[in-house]
Each structure stands twice: as structure tokens, then as C-alpha cells.
């Protein structure tokens, strides 16, 4: 990973610093750049200003303890990448807590440089009032080439994937009053040797061709991805690579919940499972903090444990989440894709 620092410049009243930095993803910024959507140089232009509905409704909440006893029931299978037997006891997990729900899968064989490997995408619905459907993701594999060593990815993928298992115990049987919500646990995000194009994003560019050939991708108002925000020392990016008014809407339900100073002092271009859906002209944002230890330094390491994380962190993110969930619902329209 390398990472260059830019510039810094005022926007939205915080001193925002333009950094070019690979999420996950151990890859130089001319193989970012590469990957990035075609509009995509990074950019630090400030965010779009939105009309946005005054009232968004009672602010969400979520059982912070109970969705970081699930990052511990996760992170304690041991390391799970994609073809192991953890990774299909992590798989049974979910589904254990998803009884009764609408689940549907995206399963597949990938073919990989380290072989070919089952994939499988899991998805929870849970239908709303309006017509569309909003996707919150996040993946549950483990990074493959750190099989051999103890690395759990408590942050990396263990975080997230506990949050949206939060989000259905929030979401279960109540009736939604606007969009759809699609909880998606997705699969083989991480590269089998080298971040690249072709190495990386397994699961979510399988579904994203899924979905454009089957008429979902049409109904998709928006796209959000979790990544790495369980880290006690909390400071999300503004991405540069996502839909730039769905990051103002993500900033702005930050803000009415009182976060604000956790999301997008740095400005970063982040290759993320979001990309896929962003090529379809999905609206997508990577909620994600990579900057996970003093420059990152836990981040795909042995030390991505549970003990850097807190409560609070998936709190803040999770709730915000729900919040940028809220407003969408109520923004009518949404700007056009
Ligand atoms: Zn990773």
C-alpha cells in the first residue's frame, strides 16, 4: 500500500487532506486509478448540497453490545478465508441468525490464480412501502493470503458483517415505511495473491452482472458499504470513487445524529466492494475508515483483533447507516442516477 498525501484544503468546514490510499488492498495508485470508474480521478471538489427533508423521523438506534458479541462469535471461528471450513461455518452463522428471514444466495465457483473456490453471496430482504430497493453490504470473508497465520479480521470484515446482522434485528418485522432494505454479506471481496482488477471483488462482480442481466440493478436506489468501521479510533473517509450526493446524504445523517467529526477529514479513492455497482450507475458509498492504527498498521496484519474495536465505533456507523437510510426514504426524488 502506498500512500501519498496531496493536498489539504478547507471544505465543509473541516481541513480535508487528499490522500490516494488502496482500501484494502496492498495496490499502487496507477493500478487504483485503473480500477477506479471512468470519472473517478480522485477529487476533493466539495460534496454536492442536497435539499434534503428537515424531518428524517425518530433518530435509529441499535443494540451496540449485542452486535459486537457478534463480531466476537465471528472473529472466534478463526481466520475464514474463502474455501475453508471456517468460512462455511461463518456462512452457517448468519443464516442462523436470519431464521424466518427472505434470504436468497448468489452462489458460484470462481476461478482464481490460487484456484477455483465456492462463492457464495448472501442476501437478507426485507421489504418496504416504495418502490426500490436500498443494498447495505458488507463482506465476510477473510483476506486468503493471511490463511496460514492467525488473522481473524475482526475489523476486516468481522465488524461489518455483525453490524448488518444488528441491522436485521432491527429491521425484522417491522413494516418499512419507505424502500426495501437488502442486507447483503458479501463474499471472496479480498484478493487470493494481489489486488487487481481481476484479483479481488469476486462475489460482488458475479452479482452485480446477476443483477444487471435479471432487471434488479433498475431498482436499486442506492448501494451502501460497511468496511472496517469498527475501530475504536473512528474516522471514516470521504471517498472519492462514490456517488458523490449519496456521501453528502452519509455526511448528513452524521450530522443530525451529532457524528460529523468521525466522517471525511480525509478525502481518500478507495477500491471497495461498492465498485461493481457504481460501473451500473448504482449510487454507492463505501462507509469505511482506512485508517485502522497509527498509518494503518493493523489493517491485514494479526493484530486486526477485537480488542481495537468498540461499541461505540458501530454505534456511530451503524446508526448513521440507518440515518442516510431514513433520509433517502424521504427524498423524493432522488437525484438521478
Ligand atoms: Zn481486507
Not at 446524504?249 to 467529526?261: C, I, K
Not at 448504482?282 to 486486526?304: E, K, L, M, R
Request: hydrophobic share 40%; glycine share 6%; with cysteine.
Amino acid at each position: 500500500m502506498i500512500f501519498i498525501r496531496i493536498v489539504s484544503l478547507p471544505i465543509l468546514l473541516l481541513s480535508f487532506a487528499v490522500t490516494f490510499v488502496s482500501c484494502d488492498h496492498d495496490k499502487d495508485a496507477s493500478q487504483m486509478a485503473a480500477q477506479a470508474p471512468a470519472t473517478a480521478a480522485p477529487t476533493d471538489a466539495p460534496l454536492p448540497k442536497l435539499s434534503l427533508p428537515a424531518d428524517s423521523g425518530p433518530p435509529p438506534a441499535i443494540d451496540s453490545a449485542r452486535a459486537m458479541q457478534y463480531v466476537k462469535e465471528i472473529v472466534a471461528f478463526g481466520p475464514r478465508p474463502i474455501g475453508s471450513a471456517n468460512h462455511k461455518k461463518v456462512e452457517d452463522y448468519i443464516l442462523a441468525h436470519l431464521k424466518g428471514d427472505e434470504v436468497a444466495f448468489d452462489a458460484f465457483t470462481a476461478d482464481t490464480v490460487e484456484g477455483r473456490f465456492p462463492v457464495r453471496n448472501i442476501i437478507a430482504k426485507y421489504p418496504g412501502t416504495k418502490d426500490g430497493i436500498i443494498v447495505i453490504a458488507s463482506h465476510y470473508d477473510t483476506n486468503y493470503p493471511l490463511r496460514d497465520t492467525t488473522f481473524v479480521g475482526a475489523n476486516d470484515g468481522a465488524s461489518t458483517s455483525a453490524l448488518l446482522l444488528e441491522f436485521a434485528n432491527q429491521i425484522r418485522g417491522k413494516k418499512l415505511d419507505g424502500y426495501s432494505i437488502w442486507l447483503l454479506w458479501t463474499d471472496a471481496e479480498e484478493a487470493v495473491k494481489e489486488w487487481s482488477d481481476s484479483d479481488s471483488l469476486y462475489g460482488t462482480r458475479h452479482l452485480a452482472t446477476q443483477w444487471q442481466q435479471d432487471g434488479t440493478a433498475k431498482k436499486i436506489k442506492a448501494f451502501l458499504l460497511t468496511d472496517m468501521i469498527g475501530d475504536a479510533d473512528l474516522d471514516i473517509d470521504r471517498d472519492s470513487n462514490s456517488t458523490p450526493w449519496l456521501e453528502s446524504v452519509v455526511y448528513e445523517a452524521a450530522t443530525r445524529l451529532g457524528y460529523q467529526s468521525h466522517f471525511f477529514a480525509r478525502v481518500n479513492a478507495l477500491s471497495d466492494d461498492h465498485l461493481p455497482f457504481m460501473k451500473l450507475g448504482i449510487p454507492s458509498a463505501d462507509i469505511i475508515d482506512i485508517d485502522y492504527g497509527y498509518n494503518n498498521v493493523f489493517h491485514h496484519t494479526p493484530q486486526d483483533t477485537v480488542d481495537k474495536l468498540s461499541p461505540k465505533s458501530l454505534e456511530i456507523a451503524g446508526c448513521t447507516v440507518l440515518e442516510a437510510v431514513n433520509i433517502l426514504d424521504k427524498m423524493d426524488p432522488l437525484p438521478p442516477k
